[in-house]
């Protein structure tokens, strides 16, 4: 009799815990997911844009970013769905290895933006300068500039005279826009009681001096605004950056405990 019940309890016996399995699936499916949506929004925005791409803008397209990233997750997150499903200890490796990946590059660009902020300042200058270059050529560039601009109550990347970069808004005599020597709408401080944005408030704002700008816009650039935000914001950025990192760190460290399982259920079998 008691011989029996060791066989039953041998046959029924696992290394693999099923609590473990489960929570990196639905885990997995989670965030599979999540990619799908950020997938379909970008592939939404790239089809509902009134013109097309800039071919020079095409890296800095918010909506290719946004397919990039969903992608990205969409396959890493199925290696860990199927993975811990099927307990396939290749796409669970494959999973973890990605996510390492991911969570390494992360890591070493956040560690090479504090230590090279001057050149970190430099390329997002570059990213700006080319938003503000097409800003009338893209509308998702137009309303990602608007944004930041409204958000962080500044104007342009250095200052408000660099939308003389822009095509429409550059203050050269010769330019013939209507729009010439003005700054987006954004720029602008909102009036009290106003229900109707004027969007010609900038209009003329390059001629006048510094001090003068204060009256209609807000003059300082997005760079200096963001650096003050960041400075101002340690605790939220911190815990933003943790939000990110612990889900990273959780699925790592879960599936190499599920491949170690499996393993040792392959080794007791065998």
Request: charged fraction near 15%; proline fraction near 3%; aromatic fraction near 14%.
């Amino acid at each position: 009799m008691d011989r029996k019940l060791n066989l039953d309890r041998a046959e029924t016996f696992s290394f693999v815990n099923p609590w473990i399995r489960y929570f990196l699936f639905f885990f997995s499916f989670l965030f599979w997911i999540f990619s799908l949506l950020i997938v379909a929004i970008g592939v939404y925005a790239k089809v509902q844009k009134a013109t097309d791409t800039v071919r020079d803008t095409f890296f800095v397209d918010p909506a290719v970013i946004l397919i990039v990233v969903g992608v990205v997750m969409f396959f890493i997150t199925f290696c860990g769905c199927i993975g811990a499903l099927r307990e396939n200890i290749r796409l669970l490796k494959t999973f973890s290895f990605s996510l390492t990946l991911v969570f390494l590059t992360q890591l070493a660009m956040a560690i090479l933006g504090f230590f090279y902020s001057d050149q970190t300042r430099d390329a997002l200058g570059k990213f700006v300068r080319k938003a503000i270059v097409h800003y009338r050529d893209d509308l998702d560039l137009q309303n990602l500039m608007d944004y930041i601009q409204k958000e962080f109550k500044c104007c342009g990347w250095n200052n408000y005279t660099d939308w003389s970069w822009n095509l429409y808004f550059n203050c050269t005599p010769g330019n013939p826009s209507s729009e010439r020597c003005a700054v987006p709408y954004s720029c602008c401080t909102p009036v009290p009681g106003e229900a109707v944005i004027n969007t010609m408030c900038g209009f003329g704002v390059q001629t006048q001096n510094h001090l003068e700008t204060y009256k209609s816009i807000y003059p300082v650039g997005c760079a200096d605004k963001a650096v003050m935000w960041i400075e101002s914001h340690l605790l939220l950025v911190g815990a933003l950056a943790l939000g990110l990192a612990l889900p990273q760190i959780a699925g790592i460290v879960l599936s190499q405990i599920l491949i170690s399982q499996i393993q040792d259920e392959i080794t007791s079998v065998s």
